[in-house]
């Protein structure tokens, strides 16, 4: 019991390591900073891990387990309805999968990130940043009202901005913070109207307390959204900013200005999934606004779509990768969207895996190129970095989804959900499936231009070699958790027990409106052997195939062939290698609107015109006035005598006129 | 019978009157001093004369403590006299601006700058 009554070790071990290093860091040596920065994410992972143990052995009745330590904000009368927010930290099964997945991706990525900051300036705040995101990654799954989480949740997005800006002498570089830090300020601005909204709904921001009232109320419907679906929806616009779904994605691109690891921690395992463990937490709010669920849906659907066509034609490695995460997330919100939170979370662990691979492999790969990031200046790669190349196709196959690889387990469940959920759309399963063909192209695409065919570099000037073992293990171990990672949902495809939903089934079901039948998958009256080849032949595993094929035939066969395709298709080629043109248009409707408001209207207007012309006026005013008074001081006693004269005999006679009026 | 009240008040605001005309052209500092005796007295009149009218004693208790800060100023006020005759040589009240705007000029002649030299050696 001991973890479980001093959970806030997990969060005081990491500060502690951002701490020192960031006060101390400059003055140690490297190894020093290396040890304290890796031993705090390692006891960090060594308490979750006895917490999961105990957690283990909780009686179900004591599931959520929460644990309050003090009482962090007061205001109000001391009354039921007053604003009363204690600083507690709760563990269920959810937060048992985000404490696993955050801790254990985000031990890896820290053992990388020794070989590949190595000969980076900025060591110790590298690892300081990297550590004080951790403490607020886990301070936001471990929160258990929305104010906690909300802490968590604008301090990774606070670290992201450190970490993107990260070399900061690069312009670009410190850009691309900026604007993630602006636009998910967008999203924070919804969000935190919807946590002002839940509290004046449900008279506490304390899940259990907030679910039970949502229990209580009339769920809303399609026809009739009332303040559940007001507050879900503005709750999922934060979602939006955070885990950059349409139309606020695009500061995901830009945020690979960052060091590639951060990129994979960050951008791809664990802060952008925040927004899909939001949504799977507040699940009782949403199950009662279909509104708020339709839009969940359909906006990751159009996501994972609309995305995976820009990663056709990116040729930045980290651009490509970074698109594919945000399709990626637009699948975990289509699961949650059409009600399958379990397949959402599913995925958003095995996506921890594969994509922090990916981005891993993608970092080993421009290390081994000495900084190259652009694929149509690489080719070949295969033999000479076999490590990364055999761990960097293991993560291709997981994400698009062949069977047997952990991608293809999460990503099917939310199809499956998609096609026959309790929220189900074939717009949306047509999305998704789609979305997973191109996913396999652009993939594949990426691996065929980086491993195969011949070098289109120099190779007498760029000196191709295998990371260092810190870099290279943490992608075995990756490797391994992508392909194995997805199995403990396998028996779902013979007909039998998905134990990841099973496990999660509690904080899904506790408090939904109708009873959830979440283990349908199978088509009855068919054997088990059956059932898992139809799995294994469906239109997702057959599209992605294709896309495996179509890949190969364009890169490998006729490496002509894109060119003429892109010719023949120019406009269509034109339009997504410039992002749909996204950026330009935000950069026209609004930055510059708002710019030609802030300069010439509210700078040289109001501010230089009315405010500096009030300030500077009274000043002048006083001064001038004061001018002609000093006149009076002339130091000649005879003209003050007859100022007092003149002033005694005018107020005199004043006196006079008042006295005669009053008695009239 | 008794001279009727008015006949004090009047008398006692000429002499005011006289008083402040005196004190705002005379030049000369002494005239000066005396045209500030006149007004005092001229006001100590009006206390008496008002004391007089009421059958009160407060109008000349105040008439006492007027003649007393009289007699402090004046011995307050001729000490001035006596410093600006010996650092100025003059007693005309126009030189005396040392307070005014422009600093001390009230030595004979030259402006404000010679006479701030003209102070210190």
């Known amino acids: ?73 007061v205001a109000g009368d001391y009354t039921a309805q007053a604003f009363h927010i204690n600083f507690a930290l709760q563990v269920d099964q959810l937060t048992v999968i985000m404490l696993l997945t955050v801790s254990f991706v985000g031990l890896l990525i820290h053992i990388y990130s020794i070989g590949y900051m190595e000969h980076e300036g900025g060591y110790y705040r590298y690892f300081s940043y990297l550590n004080l995101f951790m403490f607020f990654m886990l301070t936001l799954v471990m929160g258990a009202n929305l104010a906690v989480m909300f802490v968590g949740w604008e301090g990774v997005g606070l670290c992201s901005y450190l970490l993107i800006g990260f070399w900061f002498h690069k312009k670009s570089a410190t850009d691309a913070g900026k604007k993630a830090f602006i636009t998910t300020r967008i999203g924070d601005l919804a969000f935190m109207v919807g946590i002002l909204l839940a509290f004046w709904t449900f008279g506490s921001l304390t899940y259990s307390a907030m679910f039970q009232q949502a229990a209580k109320m009339t769920p809303d419907t399609m026809a009739h959204a009332g303040t559940l679906t007001a507050i879900a ?120 895996f594969f994509k922090g691979l990916l981005f891993l492999t993608a970092g080993s790969v421009i290390h081994a190129m000495g900084g190259e990031q652009d694929m149509t200046k690489m080719g070949g790669l295969r033999k000479k970095i076999p490590i990364t190349y055999w761990t960097m196709l293991i993560a291709t196959l997981a994400i698009a989804g062949i069977p047997g690889f952990a991608g293809f387990f999460s990503k099917d469940e939310i199809l499956e959900a998609a096609k026959s959920g309790p929220h189900a759309s074939q717009w949306l399963w047509a999305l998704g499936v789609a979305a997973a063909g191109l996913t396999s192209f652009y993939m594949f695409r990426l691996i065929f231009l980086t491993f195969f065919g011949k070098p289109r570099f120099d190779e007498h000037k760029v000196h191709v070699h295998e990371s260092p073992w810190k870099m290279t293990i943490p992608l075995m171990i990756l490797a391994f958790l992508s392909t194995f990672g997805g199995w403990v949902a396998a028996p779902r495809l013979a007909g039998g027990i998905d134990y990841f939903s099973r496990f999660l089934d509690p904080v899904f079901s506790s408090y939904a409106p109708s009873p959830v039948v979440s283990e349908a998958a199978a088509t009855p009256g068919l054997s088990p052997v059956a059932q898992v080849l139809l799995a294994l032949v469906g239109i997702p595993v057959i599209l992605a195939v294709i896309g495996l094929l179509v890949a190969w035939w364009f890169y490998i066969k006729n490496p002509n062939a894109p060119k003429q395709l892109a010719q023949k298709l120019h406009g269509l080629y034109i339009l997504l290698l410039n992002k749909y043109y996204v950026d330009e248009l935000y950069l026209g409707a609004i930055v510059r609107p708002l710019l030609w408001l802030s300069t010439k209207v509210l700078w040289q207007f109001v501010d230089a015109t009315v405010i500096d012309g009030a300030v500077n006026g009274t000043a002048t005013v006083a001064r001038e006035t004061g001018g002609e008074v000093r006149e009076l001081q002339s130091g000649n006693t005879r003209s003050y005598a007859s100022w007092v004269a003149i002033g005694a005999v005018g107020f005199t006679m004043l006196l006079l006129a008042f006295i005669g009026w009053a008695v009239r | 019978m008794s001279v009727p009240i008015s006949y004090y008040l009047v008398l006692s605001g000429i002499l005011f009157g006289l008083g402040v005309v005196a004190f705002v052209f005379k030049r000369n500092v002494i005239t000066v001093f005396m045209s500030i005796e006149l007004m005092l007295n001229a006001v100590n009149l009006a206390f008496v004369a008002f004391a007089r009218a009421h059958q009160q004693l407060d109008g000349l208790v105040f008439v006492f403590f007027v003649i007393v800060v009289a007699a402090a100023e004046a011995a307050v006020g001729l000490a001035i006299v006596m410093m600006m005759a010996q650092n100025g040589q003059s007693l005309n009240v126009e030189r005396a601006h040392s307070l005014g705007e422009g600093g001390p000029t009230y030595l004979p002649g030259g402006s404000a700058a010679e006479s701030r030299e003209a102070l210190k050696s």
């Not at chain 1, 990491?14 to 705090?40: C, E, Q, T, Y």
């Open chain 1, 1 to 73: 019991m001991f973890m479980l009554n001093y959970m806030w070790i997990i969060l005081a071990l990491p500060i502690l390591g951002a701490a020192v290093n960031g006060l101390f860091g400059k003055r140690l040596p490297k190894a020093a900073v290396n040890s304290v920065a890796i031993g705090s994410v390692a006891l960090t992972f060594a308490a979750v891990c006895e917490l999961v143990r105990e957690f283990w052995y909780l009686p179900a009745s004591q599931i959520p387990w929460v644990k309050s330590y003090y009482t962090w904000m």
């Open chain 1, 233 to 352: 929806v503005l709750l999922f616009v934060g979602a939006i900013g955070k885990s950059a779904q349409l139309p606020l994605y695009v500061w995901l691109p830009d945020a690979m200005e960052g060091p590639t690891p951060v990129s994979a921690l960050i951008h791809a395992a664990t802060m952008v999934t925040a927004g899909v463990y939001m949504v799977a937490r507040m699940n009782p709010v949403y199950s009662r606004a279909p509104i708020a669920m339709m839009l969940v849906a359909v906006v990751g659907g159009i996501t994972a779509f609309y995305a995976a066509t820009i990663a056709l034609v990116q040729t930045d490695i980290k651009k490509v990768l970074a698109y594919s995460t945000i399709s990626q997330l637009g699948y975990m919100f289509l699961g949650c969207g059409v009600g399958a939170y379990a397949a959402g979370i599913f995925h958003l662990m095995t996506h921890a």
